[in-house]
């Protein structure tokens, strides 16, 4: 017989509450879980909250844990009951049993993280009307440091120091700000070498978008690696992103890869 406890304090810097252990009649944890509550307007404007959670291996103590996890997601959720939220997990793409113990359960699998192919638009890169566009100085630690802090306040949570300066060291590297009025609202990063370059990230600050500026921007950063030989440009799109897909028909992406699937439920 197996049941369910919290930890005695925080986890890996998570509320207890937060954390479920599967401890089975011997006493020996044997499974766990726990949710990550992600408020994410820029990345997500149709369904801001998110709450990924994370369970070990699917087996037979997974749909008690399963549901104790939505269990906990909902009560998360209903801090802010006016605002569309998920609760989701990631799954490789090749990972049948786990694909199969979701959909059993009535998640819906259909988001993904998807490799692109971008397509340099035809005619001349435009800066818009009122704006400039220059390379951000990142020579100095407070810089580098500054402009993570910039990506995270844009919900762009997956470069750290050490993946920013890594793509530093690439030959293609590029970080290309979008400044109006003397202050910086968007910026561009890519890096890579030989003939191909990733788009790592890109953001326009709220109060900006809709207005073409992103799609600017990465085409000006496109002209410019072009001129270094780069002839072919990826970058990595969530399907449940609104802006993201919007920025991959503007550049006739083609889809090269599904990389995650993402099993959700909305609450």
Same mark, same amino acid.
């Given at each position: 017989?197996?049941?369910?406890?919290?930890?005695?304090?925080?986890?890996?810097?998570?509320?207890?509450?937060? $954390?479920?252990?599967?401890?089975?009649?011997?006493?020996?944890?044997?499974?766990?879980?726990?949710?990550?509550?992600?408020?994410?307007?820029?990345?997500?404007?149709?369904?801001?909250?998110?709450?990924? !959670?994370?369970?070990?291996?699917?087996?037979?103590? *997974?749909?008690?844990?399963?549901?104790? +996890? $939505?269990?906990?997601?909902?009560?998360?959720?209903?801090?802010?009951?006016? &605002?569309?939220?998920?609760?989701?997990?990631?799954?490789?793409?090749?990972?049948?049993?786990? #694909? %199969? !113990?979701?959909?059993?359960?009535? #998640?819906?699998?259909?988001? *993904?993280?998807?490799?692109? +192919?971008?397509?340099?638009? %035809?005619?001349?890169?435009? &800066?818009?009307?009122?704006?400039?566009?220059?390379? $951000?100085?990142?020579?100095? +630690?407070?810089?580098?440091?500054?402009?993570?802090?910039?990506?995270?306040?844009?919900?762009?949570?997956?470069?750290?120091?050490?993946? +920013?300066?890594?793509?530093?060291?690439?030959?293609?590297?590029?970080? /290309?700000?979008?400044?109006?009025?003397?202050?910086?609202?968007?910026?561009?990063?890519?890096?890579?070498?030989?003939?191909?370059?990733?788009?790592?990230? $890109?953001?326009?600050?709220?109060?900006?978008?809709?207005?073409?500026?992103?799609?600017? /921007?990465?085409?000006?950063?496109?002209?410019?690696?072009?001129?270094?030989?780069?002839?072919?440009?990826?970058?990595?799109?969530? *399907?449940?992103?609104?802006?993201?897909?919007? #920025?991959?028909?503007? !550049?006739?992406?083609?889809?090269?890869?599904?990389?995650?699937?993402?099993?959700?439920?909305?609450?």
């Amino acid at each position: 017989m197996q049941h369910l406890q919290h930890p005695m304090g925080p986890y890996q810097g998570m509320p207890p509450e937060n $954390v479920f252990f599967v401890i089975d009649e011997l006493g020996i944890q044997s499974g766990m879980g726990y949710v990550i509550y992600q408020y994410q307007p820029h990345t997500d404007p149709d369904c801001p909250i998110n709450i990924y !959670f994370h369970l070990d291996e699917v087996g037979e103590q *997974s749909y008690q844990l399963l549901g104790a +996890l $939505v269990a906990r997601a909902r009560q998360m959720r209903d801090q802010n009951v006016d &605002v569309k939220a998920r609760v989701y997990t990631n799954v490789a793409p090749d990972d049948e049993k786990e #694909l %199969a !113990f979701y959909e059993h359960n009535g #998640l819906d699998i259909q988001d *993904s993280e998807r490799v692109m +192919l971008l397509h340099v638009p %035809a005619g001349e890169s435009r &800066v818009p009307m009122g704006c400039t566009m220059d390379q $951000v100085p990142l020579n100095t +630690l407070d810089e580098q440091m500054a402009l993570i802090g910039r990506l995270q306040q844009n919900d762009i949570m997956h470069i750290g120091l050490a993946d +920013l300066q890594r793509m530093m060291r690439t030959p293609h590297f590029h970080c /290309l700000g979008l400044y109006r009025q003397g202050a910086l609202i968007g910026e561009v990063l890519v890096s890579g070498t030989g003939e191909e370059c990733e788009m790592h990230a $890109v953001y326009i600050m709220p109060g900006f978008r809709r207005q073409g500026f992103a799609r600017a /921007l990465v085409h000006r950063v496109m002209v410019i690696k072009g001129t270094e030989g780069v002839q072919r440009f990826v970058a990595r799109f969530l *399907s449940r992103s609104s802006p993201q897909s919007g #920025l991959a028909r503007a !550049f006739q992406a083609e889809e090269l890869a599904v990389v995650t699937l993402f099993p959700k439920l909305q609450i």
